[in-house]
């Protein structure tokens, strides 16, 4: 239940959602991000819409207590990455 609302709100802020990429490899729009490939976090590549919706599987279950700890490690961990 939690990771859908988390999943909902993150939608709500997601640009891809509500636009997409014309430019000359693009002509007729990315889809939302769906033909735009990136490389994921298990150095697969993968359209940059469903690596935005995947990104609940780093969430960790609040199906038992959360530590804070566990909350930062992640948010570290997609910063070294993507920064």
Do not use: Y
């Not at 997409?20 to 994921?40: E, V």
């Not at 038992?64 to 070294?80: F, G, L, Q, S, T």
């Amino acid at each position: 239940m939690s990771r859908l609302l988390v999943h909902f709100i993150g939608d709500l802020h997601q640009p891809l959602h509500t636009c997409t990429l014309f430019n000359t490899n693009f002509t007729a729009g990315d889809q939302g991000g769906n033909l735009f490939t990136i490389t994921g976090l298990d150095a697969k590549e993968v359209d940059l819409h469903t690596f935005w919706d995947n990104m609940l599987n780093l969430i960790p279950s609040v199906e038992r207590p959360v530590d804070k700890k566990e909350i930062e490690w992640v948010a570290d961990e997609i910063m070294r990455e993507f920064s």
